[in-house]
């Protein structure tokens, strides 16, 4: 049976607001009125900074993807929810890795949820493609998803690398956010497209 997709959108644009708003009160202001007093706080706010770009990059897709989508179904709503449950964890790796300067298990932590994270989005893009087809809008952009398979490849030697060498695993999640920071128009291009043509 076929559901309207707008109670999928509001209440995933709620998860990831207050993800985001967590992620930012676990920041604690310093008891200190000196700038040295910030020092500590400096690997906190760097975890902050790259997982508040994980998670707008993450609304950003999911927000586009839902452009190009008419209906959603019931292995879609557990499939968004199974993004947002992965999603949820951000804030929690973050904080941990952050208050313990990228050490290995925190590090390790952060690049498994991030590698969830993004294997819950791919199911999620698998599922809308079965339901609108080979044809549809949303397949025809995700394409080979060249982007996806780079990234997961990335997560894993990454994950791989912060057992030995933290702080380089870390340089390689920064470097996953830059391939996904540079916009992703595909799916803009395609509905455009698609507009023109219904408006010749």
């Known amino acids: 049976m076929a559901l309207g997709k707008g109670r999928l959108e509001a209440f995933s644009d709620g998860v990831i607001a207050i993800i985001i708003t967590i992620m930012v009160l676990e920041m604690k202001v310093p008891h200190g009125d000196s700038i040295e007093s910030l020092k500590p706080m400096i690997p906190v706010f760097i975890s902050y900074v790259l997982s508040f770009i994980y998670v707008g990059i993450y609304w950003n897709n999911h927000h586009h993807m839902m452009q190009a989508v008419r209906s959603v179904s019931g292995a879609v709503l557990w499939a968004n929810l199974h993004l947002l449950f992965w999603l949820s964890l951000i804030p929690f790796v973050t904080g941990w890795m952050g208050e313990n300067h990228f050490s290995k298990w925190p590090s390790f932590c952060?690049?498994?949820?991030?590698?969830?994270?993004?294997?819950?989005?791919?199911?999620?893009?698998?599922?809308?493609?079965?339901?609108?087809?080979?044809?549809?809008?949303?397949?025809?952009?995700?394409g080979a998803d060249w982007k996806g398979k780079l990234s997961l490849l990335i997560y894993f030697v990454a994950i791989s690398l912060t057992c030995y060498v933290p702080f380089a695993g870390f340089g390689l999640y920064a470097v996953v956010a830059v391939i996904w920071f540079i916009p992703d128009k595909r799916i803009e291009r395609k509905l455009n497209h698609q507009d023109n043509e219904h408006h010749v």
């Open 110 to 142: 952060y690049g498994v949820v991030l590698a969830m994270n993004a294997i819950a989005y791919t199911i999620l893009a698998r599922i809308l493609v079965n339901i609108h087809g080979e044809e549809s809008v949303l397949a025809q952009a995700i």
